[in-house]
């Protein structure tokens, strides 16, 4: 996002003719869709596939770049290389040019001579379990860890390190963890009741109020984003899908009587025979399950040899299956999971 906030701090500044060039694809750039979209909206053009070459310098004055136009060519696993066309090189003319690279990992100042194992993008090998790096009392977390992510995850990570951190301080097994603590409690109050408001909204996802362009532009310190108004964000908190709240399914319990299939919105319950292969369950369902990157939900066998399939990807908690099931063969639990704290007694 760098790169999104520097062009659009220029038109700010005076910037009249302000331009991204990117090496990427549209589509591969870092920057937040939403980052990428204010820009354009700011009348901010993005060149993308343009590699730089050279700064070009008349008198001693920068008049512009020259960049090499290149075109994205991905192998089977998905690695992209930037191949050039072959055409001549594009310039653009320029008075300032602002190096929009973010920032990066770097241990410069780590001695490559001390015993400690780098691997890809120059960044210390570090255990995803204990957070410990190939010198056993040096430990890793957040971006230095594992590259850029959350800030959450960045915690989690110093939570963790820190037990492993006082397991090694006392000659302990740093690999060692307590399970993580899991639990389900039913969210039915009463036959039709719930303790989660999960009707289905049907409204597409309202946008966030902009200031208008003009007097965004003409105030470097105002504020963008004018944020939801009470009633327009207590609109936008109801679509909420409760995604803490899972459909909990009782074999024992079920009749087969196909209700739930019938009042199920998305159609993401099926039953249906038991495949050898997951491959071919998936495609039989009444919508084909194609997102690989998420489980389906496979029950135990019924009495009649079918099973219950559901496809977790589409499913939007809405209960409605919990409430049309005579036999109460599916529930809505809210579903708990804690793992260990520094900090925290076991």
Same mark, same amino acid.
């Given at each position: 996002?760098?790169?999104?906030?520097?062009?659009?701090?220029?038109?700010?500044?005076?910037?009249?003719?302000?331009?991204?060039?990117?090496?990427?694809?549209?589509?591969?750039?870092?920057?937040?869709?939403?980052?990428?979209?204010?820009?354009?909206?700011?009348?901010?053009?993005?060149? $993308?596939?343009?590699?730089?070459?050279?700064?070009?310098? $008349?008198?001693?004055?920068?008049?512009?770049?020259?960049? %090499?136009?290149?075109?994205?060519?991905?192998?089977?696993?998905?690695?992209?290389? @930037?191949?050039?066309?072959?055409?001549?090189?594009?310039?653009?003319?320029?008075?300032?040019?602002?190096?929009?690279?973010?920032? *990066?990992?770097?241990?410069?100042?780590?001695?490559?001579?001390?015993?400690?194992?780098?691997? *890809?993008?120059?960044?210390?090998?570090?255990?995803?379990?204990?957070?410990?790096?190939?010198?056993?009392?040096?430990?890793?977390?957040?971006?230095?860890?594992?590259?850029? $992510?959350?800030?959450?995850?960045?915690?989690?990570?110093?939570?963790?390190?820190?037990?492993?951190?006082?397991?090694? &301080?006392?000659?302990?097994?740093?690999?060692?963890?307590?399970?993580?603590?899991?639990?389900?409690?039913?969210?039915?109050?009463?036959?039709?009741?719930?303790?989660?408001?999960?009707?289905?909204?049907?409204? *597409?996802?309202?946008?966030?109020?902009?200031?208008?362009? *003009?007097?965004?532009?003409?105030?470097?310190?105002?504020?963008?984003?004018?944020?939801?108004?009470?009633?327009?964000?207590? %609109? %936008?908190?109801?679509?909420?899908?409760?995604?803490?709240?899972?459909?909990?399914?009782? %074999?024992? @319990?079920?009749?087969?009587?196909?209700?739930?299939?019938?009042?199920?919105?998305?159609?993401?319950?099926?039953?249906? $025979?038991?495949?050898?292969?997951?491959?071919?369950?998936?495609?039989?369902?009444?919508?084909?399950?194609?997102?690989?990157?998420?489980?389906?939900?496979?029950?135990?066998?019924?009495?009649?040899?079918?099973?219950?399939?559901?496809?977790?990807?589409?499913?939007?908690?809405?209960?409605? &299956?919990?409430?049309?099931?005579?036999?109460?063969?599916?529930?809505?639990?809210?579903?708990?999971?804690?793992?260990?704290?520094?900090?925290?007694?076991?």
């Amino acid at each position: 996002n760098t790169a999104m906030d520097c062009c659009r701090t220029s038109r700010r500044l005076g910037g009249k003719d302000v331009k991204v060039v990117v090496r990427s694809p549209q589509k591969d750039m870092k920057a937040s869709d939403w980052e990428i979209e204010d820009a354009i909206r700011e009348d901010i053009p993005i060149y $993308e596939n343009h590699v730089p070459a050279e700064f070009v310098v $008349e008198n001693g004055k920068l008049t512009g770049m020259k960049f %090499e136009k290149v075109t994205a060519e991905y192998d089977e696993n998905g690695k992209r290389s @930037l191949v050039p066309t072959g055409e001549d090189l594009v310039f653009m003319e320029a008075d300032e040019v602002i190096i929009a690279i973010g920032q *990066d990992n770097a241990f410069p100042w780590i001695e490559r001579d001390i015993g400690m194992e780098f691997g *890809d993008w120059d960044m210390p090998v570090v255990d995803k379990v204990t957070f410990q790096s190939s010198i056993k009392k040096v430990f890793f977390g957040g971006d230095a860890a594992f590259g850029p $992510e959350n800030i959450i995850t960045a915690v989690a990570h110093g939570h963790q390190a820190a037990v492993s951190i006082d397991k090694f &301080c006392h000659d302990a097994d740093v690999t060692e963890r307590l399970a993580p603590m899991t639990n389900l409690v039913s969210q039915k109050m009463g036959f039709h009741e719930w303790t989660y408001d999960a009707h289905i909204d049907h409204t *597409d996802r309202r946008l966030v109020p902009h200031v208008d362009k *003009d007097t965004a532009l003409n105030n470097l310190k105002l504020e963008v984003e004018k944020g939801f108004d009470t009633n327009l964000g207590y %609109e %936008e908190a109801m679509r909420c899908l409760n995604c803490d709240v899972q459909t909990v399914f009782s %074999e024992s @319990l079920c009749i087969e009587c196909d209700a739930c299939v019938d009042v199920c919105p998305t159609e993401c319950i099926n039953f249906t $025979e038991p495949e050898e292969e997951e491959a071919d369950l998936r495609q039989k369902l009444l919508v084909a399950a194609t997102n690989w990157e998420q489980d389906i939900y496979v029950s135990d066998t019924l009495k009649t040899k079918r099973v219950m399939v559901k496809d977790e990807n589409v499913c939007l908690h809405c209960g409605l &299956c919990a409430e049309r099931c005579p036999t109460s063969a599916w529930d809505m639990q809210k579903y708990l999971y804690n793992v260990t704290k520094a900090g925290k007694v076991a």
